[in-house]
């Protein structure tokens, strides 16, 4: 199975910073990465396809990027609402593995 | 809407049986894989199991392989996951989601997972 692996675990940031979130998976998977962001008692729900297609109705401020084994999504500016935990998800072989999640919590 | 529900969880003893429904509704639910994930309390996002339209092919996680069986009836726009032989470390809210791709995303193989349920909680004690 291809093992994704995010950093940090888990971040304190406030509103209005510039947010970085790494992915690294443990074999090439080209561009086949999924960006979602899960909220307490919620649905993940996904952000960023192909690695760097932002999803309809997704704001701007969401960027996806990489290729190969290193990715990043990056919050330009963090909104109130964007504390949140974020995954990311390979889909170029099954299993379709999960990294463990990024926390970004409110300093 | 475009949703899935799911239910059946519960409390079930070690070595124990349950099984789980997900109901679809607003799309053509015979047109789609469907997939199985779960999350352990406070844990990360898990992949347990998929199926695809008719049934034919099903795939799943080393860790459920030989215990869990996904299965579907497209009449009734339900897919199922059926969990036998329970242990502490299944315990986890398992939720069923659509395995989607656009128009244009398609064409390339990239999909996701859209909608996602809410899920239903599975409690494994004994």
């Known amino acids: 199975d291809i093992q994704m692996t995010q950093s940090p675990s888990s971040l304190s940031t406030s509103v209005g910073d510039r947010v970085t979130i790494t992915c690294r998976a443990s074999?090439?998977?080209?561009?086949?990465l999924n960006w979602y962001q899960q909220k307490p008692g919620k649905a993940p729900n996904l952000l960023i396809y192909a690695a760097s297609s932002l999803q309809t109705g997704v704001p701007s401020r969401f960027r996806g990027s990489g290729s190969g084994t290193d990715f990043t999504l990056t919050i330009s500016s963090l909104q109130p609402e964007d504390f949140a935990t974020y995954y990311c998800q390979q889909t170029y072989t099954t299993p379709w593995t999960f990294g463990q999640g990024t926390k970004v919590e409110v300093k | 809407e475009v949703q899935v529900v799911e239910s059946g969880g519960g409390l079930v003893q070690r070595g124990g049986s349950l099984r789980l429904s997900c109901a679809a509704s607003?799309?053509?639910?015979?047109?789609?894989?469907m997939h199985w994930v779960r999350q352990a309390p406070g844990k990360g996002l898990v992949w347990v199991s998929r199926?695809?339209?008719?049934?034919?092919?099903?795939n799943y996680a080393d860790s459920v392989k030989g215990r869990f069986t996904v299965s579907r009836d497209n009449a009734k726009k339900t897919v199922y996951l059926q969990m036998n032989s329970l242990r502490d470390e299944d315990t986890a809210v398992y939720s069923c989601?659509?395995?989607?791709?656009?128009?244009?995303?398609?064409?390339?193989?990239?999909?996701?997972?859209?909608?996602w349920g809410q899920g239903t909680l599975v409690v494994v004690s004994s």
């Open positions: 989601a659509r395995e989607y791709c656009s128009n244009t995303s398609c064409k390339l193989g990239y999909n996701w997972f859209d909608p």
């Open positions: 074999q090439s998977i080209t561009n086949y």
């Open positions: 607003g799309f053509t639910f015979s047109s789609y894989w």
């Open positions: 199926i695809n339209t008719d049934g034919s092919i099903t």
